[in-house]
T-cell receptor, first 113, second 116 residues
Framework: KQEVTQIPAALSVPEGENLVLNCSFT??????LQWFRQDPGKGLTSLLL???SQREQTSGRLNASLDKSSGRSTLYIAASQPGDSATYLC????????????WGLGTSLAVNP | EPEVTQTPSHQVTQMGQEVILRCVPI?????FYWYRQILGQKVEFLVS????????KSEIFDDQFSVERPDGSNFTLKIRSTKLEDSAMYFC??????????????FGEGSRLTVL
């Protein structure tokens, strides 16, 4: 059974820092992995999707990497801003036909001005 | 940009009442999902729906839950007799075929259900 873990659970950094959020999963037979952002009490905004055959994806200041064989993904945020404060969720898309997502609990990020 | 829309954004109901949560997926998407997130817990898969039938459901999705696509645009989740533990944020998601979107799921803003 696939399990997804995210470390750290919470992170507080000063504005301008580069930071790394970690996601690990137990079953390497995945189709893809998605990173999401969730603001308090709000919906799920897709940030990046990495296919199982890819090593990384970039969007603006965000870079996500995937090491499928070791069951790890990282989300790198460059030059963090207060507007980046949110919970970041990692979700693994299984290799089955239904493509259901298995989620981590998230990393709660606070970027202080 | 196309988006998944959900209504209501927040619903408060009494225990034992029926609730229907509504979703309008992105118009050319073929696969539809409901997830839920109890406060402070992980997002959990409830059900997937394709070609007018359930393709997979989780253990959570018992006989109290049902889904329907009554017309070409809406996708609904019904809870027949709500329990206190059904209080959660419910998310609808949809996706296109594999080759066009690599299986990426698009989510709505969620419907917060509070059962008293």
């Amino acid at each position: 059974k696939q399990e997804v873990t995210q470390i750290p659970a919470a992170l507080s950094v000063p504005e301008g820092e580069n930071l790394v959020l970690n996601c690990s999963f137990t079953d390497s037979a995945i189709y893809n992995l998605q990173w999401f952002r969730q603001d308090p009490g709000k919906g799920l905004t897709s940030l990046l999707l990495i296919q199982s055959s890819q090593r990384e994806q970039t969007s603006g200041r965000l870079n996500a990497s995937l090491d499928k064989s070791s069951g790890r993904s990282t989300l790198y945020i460059a030059a963090s801003q207060p507007g980046d404060s949110a919970t970041y969720l990692c979700a693994v898309n299984g290799a089955g036909n239904n493509r259901k997502l298995i989620w981590g609990l998230g990393t709660s990020l606070a970027v202080n001005p | 940009e196309p988006e998944v829309t959900q209504t209501p954004s927040h619903q408060v109901t009494q225990m034992g009442q029926e609730v229907i949560l509504r979703c309008v997926p992105i118009s050319n998407h073929l696969y539809f999902y409901w997830y839920r997130q109890i406060l402070g817990q992980k997002v959990e898969f409830l059900v997937s729906f394709y070609n007018n039938e359930i393709s997979e459901k989780s253990e959570i999705f018992d006989d109290q839950f049902s889904v329907e696509r009554p017309d070409g645009s809406n996708f609904t989740l019904k809870i027949r007799s709500t329990k206190l533990e059904d209080s959660a944020m419910y998310f609808c998601a949809s996706r296109w075929r594999e080759g066009n979107s690599h299986g990426e799921l698009f989510f709505g803003e969620g419907s917060r259900l509070t059962v008293l």
